[in-house]
């Protein structure tokens, strides 16, 4: 393994000061604070978006393709509450992240909610370099930054019966014109099984490209299953329910035919409307070929042995 000795003006991109920080560092000087981490970090109750704390990137995910440029990830977007353009980075950046708090309760011994920070602290954080393949057919690769599902399952135990977890989205219509549109159920669930939230490939992430997540991909966390298409990936979770039976989802409520449950990468089995074989590479055009559970099948293919009757691609 190549071991990289950081030299003394090298700072790891997590250590940068964010974006948002150094634009306010005016209003934080006029209200007497010091620039420094820990008087933003006292701050974030009412406001500002602490940075992301010290981490160290896993190097047992390898996307084996470039990281797709950072304004392409930040500025081309799926996220309806906004909007159905793929233009929402600027409406989204308009959502309030502090305070932020994530309710996870239903059928779990432990039923908790956790102030966003508390529990950013409360866990093991890392960097994964991780593939995203869009149902419709376009893909990027992106370090996303946050924690395993399985770490927020730990924490809160769930009950023997508990087979599914359905996330919700939040739903801030002072914020997101989308939410005008009625004819879509909203809020937004998306919904996985206890196997799955267990796996480790399962990640809550908190940021990417070593800063805090931008409201476009989700701020200030989502969900990522990257072996199964993104709509799957719930963005901006402000609660996680354990339950029984398998949750509705706001896609597979829409058109079920098309998005399903399990919705697996699957290059051979085409959208009613389009073939899944290829995808188009976000920033530089170039095209693919898809790969089976987006290429992450060692991580996952195990999960499927014994459900040769479920609808596992669409
Ligand atoms: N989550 C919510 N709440 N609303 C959405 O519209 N779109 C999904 C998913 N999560 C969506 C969502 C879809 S279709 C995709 S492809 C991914 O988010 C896109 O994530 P990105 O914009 O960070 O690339």
Redesign the pocket.
Known sequence: MLIRRRRGYELPESQVTPEALVLNRRALFGAGAALLPAAASAQSAAGPVPPLPEHQRNMRFRAERDITAERE?TTY?????FGSSKSIARDAARMPLRPWTVKVDGMVANPREFAIDDLIRMMPIEERVLR?R??EAWS?VVPWTGFPLAELMKAVQPQAGAKYLAFQ?ASIPAVMPGLRQTWYPWP?VEACTVEEANNELAFLAIGNYGKPLQG???APIRVLFPWKY??K????IVRITLTDRRPNTFWGTIQPSEYGFWANVNPEVAHPRWSQASERVLGTGERVRTQLFNGYGEFVSGLYTNLQNERLWT
Request: a neutral charge; proline letters at 0%.
């Open positions: 990830a977007n799926n996220f309806y509450e995203l869009c149902v990027m989205t937004h476009s991909n989700g993104g709509f990936s719930g963005k901006s």
